[in-house]
């Protein structure tokens, strides 16, 4: 049992370049979950999906798309890189709607 | 508008001694609150959780206490050990009402146990 699993571990982007960061979870949560992090901040909610073929946005979608197509699957796509988005993003899954379980986190930087 | 806010950036215990972490949170509607730990590099991993109709939960060493009239909870760890040393993030849910699992969290606070 992975768990959450996230990949790649680390990217560095060019401003303007774009990049699909991916998720999948082996626990058949229905609940998946996009968090960015910035230095010495809390975890800020990018997007949500309560299950596949549902997405929400959460409190800081721009410039960032999701889909969920499978229950398993959550990619977050970051179209035209911006320094406002290096950061370190974490992707969660549940099966209820509290206990979240997280990845590792992908630790991207745009320069 | 932060909504869940822990207002100590950092703390720093002696092994042994009790570690108080501190989250204050103004939505009313918050039904559900949890704590998280973080070490560096990892994500966060769940601890501990409380009820709104509940004012104490215990785990072993972790004890979180909610105090709704003042929507004020804490985490108390006892005894403090040096691989307790990590970032602590506050969460709250209202998953009550909107049933999506929404977390809002707070800053976190980094917790120093020294030897």
């Known amino acids: 049992n992975a768990g959450v699993t996230q990949t790649p571990k680390f990217r560095i982007l060019k401003i303007g370049q774009s990049m699909t960061l991916q998720c999948a979870q082996d626990m058949n949560h229905n609940y998946m979950y996009w968090y960015r992090q910035d230095p010495g901040m809390g975890l800020k909610l990018i997007y949500y999906s309560v299950g596949a073929g549902i997405t929400d946005k959460g409190e800081v979608p721009n410039g960032y798309n999701v889909s969920r197509s499978t229950t398993e699957d959550f990619p977050l796509r970051l179209e035209l890189a911006a320094p406002s988005q290096t950061s370190v993003y974490f992707c969660?899954?549940?099966?209820?709607?509290?206990?979240?379980?997280f990845g590792p986190g992908t630790r991207l930087t745009v320069t | 508008d932060q909504q869940v806010k822990q207002n100590s950036p950092s703390l720093s215990v002696q092994e042994g001694r009790i570690s108080i972490l501190n989250c204050d949170y103004t939505?009313?509607?918050?039904?559900?609150f949890l704590w998280y730990k973080k070490y560096p590099a990892e994500g966060p991993t769940f601890l501990i959780s409380?009820?709104?109709?509940?004012d104490k939960n215990e785990d072993g060493r972790f004890t979180v206490f909610l105090n709704k009239s003042a929507k004020h909870l804490s985490l108390h760890i006892v005894p403090s050990q040096p691989g307790d040393s990590a970032v602590y993030f506050c969460a709250a849910s209202d998953g009550g009402t909107s049933n999506t699992g929404k977390l809002i969290f707070g800053q976190g606070t980094t917790l120093q146990v020294k030897p």
């Open positions: 409380i009820s709104s109709i509940k």
């Open positions: 969660a899954s549940s099966s209820r709607s509290y206990e979240q379980y």
């Open positions: 939505n009313s509607m918050f039904d559900y």
